[in-house]
T-cell receptor, first 115, second 115 residues
Framework: DTEVTQTPKHLVMGMTNKKSLKCEQHMGHRAMYWYKQKAKKPPELMFVYSYEKLSINESVPSRFSPECPNSSLLNLHLHALQPEDSALYLC??????????????FGPGTRLTVL | AQSVTQPDIHITVSEGASLELRCNYSYGATPYLFWYVQSPGQGLQLLLKYFSGDTLVQGIKGFEAEFKRSQSSFNLRKPSVHWSDAAEYFCAVGGASGGSYIPTFGRGTSLIVHP
């Protein structure tokens, strides 16, 4: 089973709202990732958690706040977003990001619209 | 650092025709190569990967790719395209960078299938 699940599938929020995106995997993977993807563009890495610790933050604005409550769950808390933050947010997981043969598996994404 | 070039932004083929999507990589050592497919509004699905060994790699959905070190290429092929293959295709290369092997994605190639 190589399934990564994400909820919600769609989210519309105002610029003053607070919302959260959720990601879950049960493959025993120890690395989890958040990507942002604009239309017709490749995914852009935002955050990486390795063994439940934040390992990489690609200079993402503080209005995005990641959280990894346990090895299976990854959240992305959203607050005071801008319309330009509207995008597809993808979660991915992999066994261990420090091994050469590591392979990422992606969830279906959350389509976020900021009004 | 590694990089990936997908020279074709769009490729148009007729249903039943053969397909080749080009991918060129830049990396000083042994690359770890991936092809992902993304249907509209969906996440990325792993088609195939190459780490070592046989340079012709078989994947899901009837796709294959061939690693050619001399040409720094990892082109994706399918002998007969189906209408359901219309999607965005991303080539990615993994290599050691900052202690991790997080892949770098190409810009993607959009496949259009005519009936």
């Amino acid at each position: 089973d190589t399934e990564v699940t994400q909820t919600p599938k769609h989210l519309v929020m105002g610029m003053t709202n607070k919302k959260s995106l959720k990601c879950e995997q049960h493959m025993g993977h120890r690395a989890m990732y958040w990507y942002k993807q604009k239309a017709k563009k490749p995914p852009e890495l935002m955050f990486v958690y390795s063994y439940e610790k934040l390992s990489i933050n690609e200079s993402v604005p503080s209005r995005f706040s990641p959280e990894c409550p346990n090895s299976s769950l990854l959240n992305l808390h959203l607050h005071a977003l801008q319309p330009e933050d509207s995008a597809l947010y993808l979660c991915a997981s992999s066994q261990e990001m420090r091994i050469p043969t590591d392979t990422q598996y992606f969830g279906p994404g959350t389509r976020l619209t900021v009004l | 650092a590694q990089s990936v070039t997908q020279p074709d932004i769009h490729i148009t083929v007729s249903e039943g025709a053969s397909l080749e999507l080009r991918c060129n990589y830049s990396y000083g050592a042994t690359p770890y190569l991936f092809w992902y497919v993304q249907s509209p509004g969906q996440g990325l699905q792993l088609l195939l990967k190459y780490f070592s060994g046989d340079t012709l790699v078989q994947g899901i959905k009837g796709f294959e790719a061939e690693f050619k070190r001399s040409q720094s290429s990892f082109n994706l092929r399918k002998p007969s395209v189906h209408w359901s293959d219309a999607a965005e295709y991303f080539c990615a290369v993994g290599g050691a960078s900052g202690g991790s092997y997080i892949p770098t994605f190409g810009r993607g190639t959009s496949l259009i299938v005519h009936p």
